[in-house]
């Protein structure tokens, strides 16, 4: 039998911040962009979430519902340096650990049984040292599969531990409602209630083939899980497939000249971090919302692979010419795609190239601040809620 823990630290970047600063404990705390009318809540302290507080939801709604809550600008930096004591941590008590966000990891003690006699205590103890090193309170949940420890750890919030036995998984599983377990999105739970499914036990009159004509692969896994039937395995670190940076501009802007500074601060936030991961892009994508919220992306591929900013910069700025035209601009996002991590031979280094390298070795040492296109100083107004995602390969 495997046994699997899955950890997830409680209201992560609230939490940091009252551990920063200890006039904040016990208090509600709200972790969002420093605009107070357009951004958005990213964490909120357990004290905020009672005042219905989410995360994802608008700052100005939150400050209605909780006039005194405190509001906090984010500091991702700070927070990076939590995660990777996080992960740290994690590895000490086994190999086998999956990482599936800043704050959230599974851990796989079923090749360790000579360390761990009794799994189910050594992951109580392996929560209660990873929290006090950490300085945060963390929760966990453990079973013999992924899916349950999971959801054991949704149940175990805040600051708690829940194991589910094995002869008890499958009446754990069907406690959930359907939009509650990972993996299920609205789409996937629509399509199932057009084939009669609302819940879990529904599920078992429905057979692995029809699931996986409507659904594909992906809706049989998603079945077979739910069924107790979970067989995915921990998975190594995994190479990006699409890097991406973003932010809400704190006033809209509306002309290519405002955007420009804009366009190359995050042309050159996403080439760094491309380098730094080793790949190469052939598609570059931009993305718009406009003052009413609507959204406008366009992509191009680019041959030869590139992981340069002035390519990138050339391509994004193409695409920025051909769509702004003096309407309002309230976010933008630069993505980079089909990343190859072979490594590409090259004759000779351009000039380009030595320039990028000079720039990566600068900003390892004294941090990516350190130095900035002298254009991208232009930038008078600044993003307010940078949305850095980094979309992993996820196979099964
Ligand atoms: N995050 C974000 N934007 C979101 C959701 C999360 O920036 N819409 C960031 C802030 C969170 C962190 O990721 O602190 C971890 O996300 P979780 O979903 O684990 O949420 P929390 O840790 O804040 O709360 P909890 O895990 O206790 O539910
Ligand atoms: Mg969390």
């Given at each position: 039998m495997r046994f699997f823990v899955h950890f997830d630290i409680d209201a992560f970047y609230a939490q940091v911040e009252q551990l920063r600063n200890p006039e904040l404990r016990g208090k509600p705390v709200a972790v969002g962009g420093n605009s107070l009318t357009r951004s958005v809540v990213a964490a909120a302290s357990y004290e905020a979430r009672e005042y219905g507080i989410k995360a994802g939801m608008p700052v100005f709604q939150a400050k209605k519902l909780c006039p005194h809550c405190i509001f906090i600008s984010p500091d991702f930096r700070l927070y990076e340096t939590y995660s990777l004591k996080f992960y740290k941590l994690l590895y000490r008590y086994s190999p086998d650990v999956e990482v599936l966000?800043?704050?959230?990891?599974?851990?796989?003690?079923?090749?360790?049984r000579l360390l761990y006699p009794d799994f189910v205590e050594a992951a109580r103890r392996i929560r209660r040292?990873?929290?006090?090193?950490?300085?945060?309170?963390?929760?966990?949940?453990?079973g013999s599969s992924k899916?349950?420890?999971?959801?054991?750890?949704?149940?175990?919030?805040?600051?708690?531990?829940?194991?589910?036995?094995?002869?008890?998984?499958?009446?754990f599983l069907e406690s959930f409602a359907l939009e509650d377990i990972p993996g299920i999105g609205r789409r996937t739970a629509a399509a199932l209630k057009r084939l009669g499914i609302t819940s879990i036990p529904d599920l078992r009159q429905i057979s692995p083939h029809k699931i996986r004509r409507f659904l594909g692969k992906?809706?049989?896994?998603?079945?077979?899980m739910m069924l107790g039937k979970d067989f995915s395995r921990i998975e190594p670190p995994q190479k990006p497939k699409s890097i991406s940076r973003g932010y809400t501009l704190e006033k809209n802007i509306h002309t290519l000249k405002e955007a420009i500074p804009h366009i190359i601060y995050l042309c050159d936030s996403v080439a760094t971090e491309l380098r730094k991961e080793g790949g190469k892009a052939t598609r570059a994508c931009l993305r718009i919302r406009w003052e009413d919220f609507s959204e406008v992306s366009r992509c191009v591929s680019v041959f030869p692979p590139f992981s340069d900013f002035f390519t990138l910069y050339h391509q994004v700025r193409k695409m920025a010419e051909g769509l702004i035209s003096g309407y309002g601009i309230r976010l933008l996002s630069v993505e980079v795609s089909g990343i190859y991590y072979e490594p590409t031979p090259t004759l000779f280094k351009f000039r380009e190239e030595e320039l990028?390298?000079?720039?990566?070795?600068?900003?390892?040492?004294?941090?990516?601040?350190?130095?900035?296109?002298?254009?991208e100083a232009r930038k008078k107004n600044e993003g307010v809620f940078v949305f850095k995602s980094t979309r992993r390969v996820l196979s099964r």
């Open positions: 966000s800043q704050d959230e990891a599974f851990v796989e003690l079923t090749h360790c040292e990873v929290s006090r090193e950490l300085g945060l309170r963390v929760s966990a949940g453990a899916i349950v420890a999971k959801l054991a750890t949704s149940r175990a919030k805040p600051d708690g531990f829940l194991h589910i036995p094995p002869d008890r998984e499958l009446e992906r809706g049989e896994d998603l079945y077979l990028m390298t000079a720039l990566d070795r600068i900003r390892e040492r004294y941090g990516f601040p350190a130095i900035s296109f002298a254009s």
